[in-house]
Antibody, heavy 120, light 110 residues
Framework: EVQLVESGGGLVKPGGSLRLSCAASGFTFSHSWMSWVRQPPGKGLEWVGRIKSKADGGTTEYAAPVKGRFTISRDDSKSTLYLQMNSLKTEDAGVYYC???????????WGQGTLVTVSS | QSVLTQPPSVSAAPGQKVTISCSGS????????VSWYQQLPGTAPKLLIYENNKRPSGIPDRFSGSKSGTSATLGITGLQTGDEADYYC???????????FGGGTKLTIL
């Protein structure tokens, strides 16, 4: 069974930083492309970015609103995905989901999410 | 404002059928696969349909997907009270090099 468990969410001031982690199990993490999706409170889904498997180059792509501020990385030895968030803004607040990437370059499995609050 | 357009809400009675539309463009739906997700209240989204019309293991055949040109449709038959949720479409966009989601459709069972 695929399991994705996010952690690291919390309250941070505008301009601050936070690192989210996602522990993966139940599938071959090192072979998998992974992504982050967020959901602002009471709003819809917003793609944050993705990272390819190392075999496919390990490259990353980001949504325009977070490019240059957020960094996705992975540690295949720990089956863990990371999201480093810097220069946080109030509009970055929401639930952040760790996901696998499947057919059609789309999100397949979802974690339970971790809440990020950006407020002074 | 989402680039993929969905109706904000739909409703139907138990046992009935409902369809949810998702409209895009040639840079996303027109040339890429569409996925559909169900988000029950207070829970994480779950994949319902991938690659336009395929169902993951465990998803009942009451749920179906189709695509024509730059639009896609999610169909749900034999509606149950447990189907009351938000539904999102999604597709890769070649111009933006990003995944796009629709704004979501709230399904209410009357």
């Amino acid at each position: 069974e695929v399991q994705l468990v996010e952690s690291g969410g919390g309250l941070v001031k505008p301009g601050g930083s936070l690192r989210l982690s996602c522990a993966a199990s139940g599938f071959t993490f090192s072979h998998s492309w992974m992504s982050w999706v967020r959901q602002p409170p009471g709003k819809g889904l917003e793609w944050v970015g993705r990272i390819k498997s190392k075999a496919d180059g390990g490259t990353t792509e980001y949504a325009a609103p977070v490019k240059g501020r957020f960094t996705i990385s992975r540690d295949d030895s720990k089956s863990t995905l990371y999201l480093q968030m810097n220069s946080l803004k109030t509009e970055d607040a929401g639930v952040y989901y760790c996901t696998t990437v499947g057919g059609g370059l789309m999100v397949f499995y979802w974690g339970q999410g971790t809440l990020v609050t950006v407020s002074s | 404002q989402s680039v993929l357009t969905q109706p904000p809400s739909v409703s139907a009675a138990p046992g009935q059928k409902v369809t949810i539309s998702c409209s895009g463009s040639s840079s996303n739906i027109g040339n890429n696969y569409v996925s559909w997700y169900q988000q029950l209240p207070g829970t994480a989204p779950k994949l319902l349909i991938y690659e336009n019309n395929k169902r993951p293991s465990g998803i009942p055949d009451r749920f179906s997907g189709s695509k024509s040109g730059t639009s896609a449709t999610l169909g749900i038959t034999g509606l149950q009270t447990g189907d009351e949720a938000d539904y999102y479409c999604g597709a890769w966009d070649n111009s933006l090099s990003a995944v796009l989601f629709g704004g979501g459709t709230k399904l209410t069972i009357l």
